[in-house]
């Protein structure tokens, strides 16, 4: 009944203007499971989860949210601001030609990103571009790039598997600086797990031709294994971003995170298709709701936060901290800001699972019409003083708004609880106050 479900709400309200430990756990616990859902690494996870807690305590409670959406709200930007930069740009800057030495296991895009760059860099900066691939164990992967050259109308260094890595990329090298090349894009051999004889190959690259990039090329869909790799290529080169390669797939984007906490270099391009056009630049923002795979709590807390109207909430808690009474009129234009919301109904929409479960079957969007129309027709006065609605005026307010007289009854007694409520905090859940309004 309301009454017990309103002593409940009172409780779980108690202290709730802010985040503390004990409001968070919940939510946390669900960061958590949707961080391991998108493949972010265990050990990732808990460093990450350690962090929110820290950043979270003490962090006001927008009014209309939950503590648990408040929680999102600080988990999003905190992995958003993880993530990195948006659009780091590729480093040019030294006497031509620069050479991008692209680095990864085999399979994860190296060739396909190296065309990709080249389009990228030949179309949009207008450069001179050089394509070479040291990938000797695999005739094929050399026709592959010199095919993607073709397509591109971009100049391509030969090289065949009877020669050494290092000499191909010292000829190329010395090819680009005499052809007055301005980058040169260096692709290498990977192999399909770590081991020794391809770090040392790659390193010895690296001394060669000294890079001003050198590109860890990532599949979004190695998930979990991300991170060995990820550390591998790292303790191995000095890298200098990542291309996250296959987010056109069906994964969460895990790996996005986890790389950027074991090497914290910045993510550069994602690959978003097997074409040549499939690149793109990294948004920090996008990828953190993509991982958190809770992107319609997160507009929900959007919207929250630019349809609270913060005077009108700033009045209302100045208004309770003053002493003076919480009147129908409040009570209305909190449901007015509900309203901007969308209304009971889309935040029910926009829950996850768990979230909409807690949320009474019929605290829909009509009982908060009802409740502003039985509003609507009271007097300005009448809205100020309920007491002054005996059972004439009730008569006259039920007839001008189309309900019976219990109904008003009703919403007296529920805005007498919210009255209550209004006094025990001056911020907090509407949300989570209207659950307890259906009566
Ligand atoms: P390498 O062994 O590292 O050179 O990898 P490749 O460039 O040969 O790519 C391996 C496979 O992944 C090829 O079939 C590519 O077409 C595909 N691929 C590379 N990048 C992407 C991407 O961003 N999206 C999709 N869907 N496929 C990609
Ligand atoms: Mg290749």
Redesign the pocket.
């Known amino acids: 009944n309301l009454t017990s479900r309103l002593s409940s709400v009172i409780k779980n309200l108690r202290g709730q203007a802010r985040l503390t430990e004990t409001n968070i756990q919940d939510a946390l616990r669900e960061v958590r499971m949707a961080l391991l859902e998108a493949d972010v690494a265990l050990p990732v996870v808990k460093d990450f989860i350690a962090r929110v807690r820290e950043k979270a305590v003490g962090v006001e409670v927008l009014q209309s949210l939950t503590p648990g959406q408040a929680l999102i709200g600080v988990v999003h930007d905190e992995l958003t601001r993880l993530m990195g930069e948006h659009n780091a740009a590729l480093n040019l800057a030294t006497t031509p030609p620069a050479v991008i030495l692209?680095a990864?296991?085999?399979?994860?895009?190296?060739?396909?990103?190296?065309g990709k760059l080249a389009k990228l860099l030949k179309e949009q900066m207008k450069k001179k571009v050089l394509l070479v691939s040291c990938?000797v164990y695999r005739p094929a992967?050399i026709e592959?790039l010199k095919t993607l050259a073709g397509q591109l109308d971009v100049d391509y260094f030969p090289s065949s598997e009877t020669q050494k890595p290092v000499d191909i990329a010292l000829a190329a090298h010395d090819y680009a600086k005499k052809h007055f090349h301005d980058v040169l894009i260096v692709?290498t051999a990977?192999r399909l797990g770590i081991d020794q004889a391809m770090m040392d190959e790659i390193r010895a690259l690296h001394d060669a031709v000294k890079p001003i990039e050198t590109l860890f090329?990532v599949?979004a869909m190695q998930g979990q294994d991300a991170v060995n790799t990820a550390r591998a290529f790292n303790d191995t080169l000095p890298l200098t971003g990542i291309i996250l390669?296959?987010?056109?797939?069906d994964s969460r984007g895990g790996a996005a995170l986890s790389v950027r906490h074991i090497t914290g270099k910045p993510i550069k391009f994602?690959?978003?298709?097997?074409k040549l056009t499939?690149?793109e630049a990294f948004h920090p923002e996008r990828m953190a709701s993509r991982v958190l795979g809770m992107g319609d709590v997160l507009s929900l807390i959007e919207e929250a936060q630019r349809g609270v109207d913060h005077a009108e909430a700033k009045k209302l808690a100045d208004k309770v901290k003053s002493g003076k009474n919480f009147d129908l009129e409040d009570f209305k234009a909190q449901i007015t800001q509900m309203r901007k919301m969308g209304g009971l109904s889309a935040m029910m929409d926009k829950l996850p699972g768990a979230a909409a479960a807690a949320l009474p079957a019929g605290a829909d969007e009509k009982a908060m019409n009802r409740v502003e129309g039985i509003i609507n027709s009271m007097t300005p006065t009448e809205r100020r003083k309920p007491e002054l609605l005996k059972a004439s005026r009730k008569r006259r307010i039920a007839a001008g708004a189309g309900v019976q007289v219990q109904e008003i009854n009703r919403l007296l007694k529920q805005f007498e609880q919210a009255q209550k409520m209004m006094k025990m905090m001056s911020k907090g859940g509407l949300a989570k106050m209207m659950r307890g309004m259906k009566g």
């Open positions: 692209m990864g296991l085999q399979g994860s895009g190296k060739t396909t990103s190296s990938d992967a592959q692709d990977g090329v599949d390669t296959k987010l056109d797939g994602v690959g978003v298709g097997e499939g690149l």
